[in-house]
């Protein structure tokens, strides 16, 4: 794998929610939408990998750390084989009525920002040389 981009609208569900069956969906929705980025070409990474998420939002009370697991799990068997793999995580929330500068904008997160509502911006890439710590 080098690098595996995909947007979800959001907001997104938390790990911490009291009600199980949204959570549930939240993960179905993240997988539905994942695979529809994902191409024959690609293949499950085996090996460990980095998941960065990005949470474009209006109006937000989640805290960032509530949003990872489930988009972790809904992630197994298409991005990587299993969640363990992921040894890095960089996870940003950011209010869409705030200034805020986009290097590099790739196509997909494009797409995100013209589809004019909160949404998410998750990638998975190989993780950083585990020998280096920063």
């Keep these: 794998m080098t690098r595996f981009e995909f947007i979800v609208n959001g907001p997104p569900v938390s790990q911490q929610t009291r009600r199980p069956h949204r959570l549930e969906a939240w993960r179905n929705t993240v997988r539905q939408e994942a695979e529809k980025y994902w191409s024959s070409e690609q293949k499950t990474a085996t090996g460990l990998v ?14 960032v750390d509530n949003i990872v697991k489930p988009i972790q799990d809904a992630m197994k068997g298409l991005a990587y084989v299993d969640d363990n793999q992921v040894s890095d995580l960089l996870v940003r929330k950011r209010n869409l009525s705030n200034n805020f500068r986009i290097e ?3 196509s997909t997160l494009a797409e995100g920002f013209a589809r004019g509502n909160e949404f998410l911006h998750i990638v998975v890439i190989d993780a950083p040389n585990q020998e280096v710590i920063i």
Excluded: P, V
């Design 50 to 63: 980095m998941l960065q998420i990005t949470y474009f939002y209006d109006s937000d009370k989640m805290d």
């Design 104 to 106: 590099n904008m790739t």
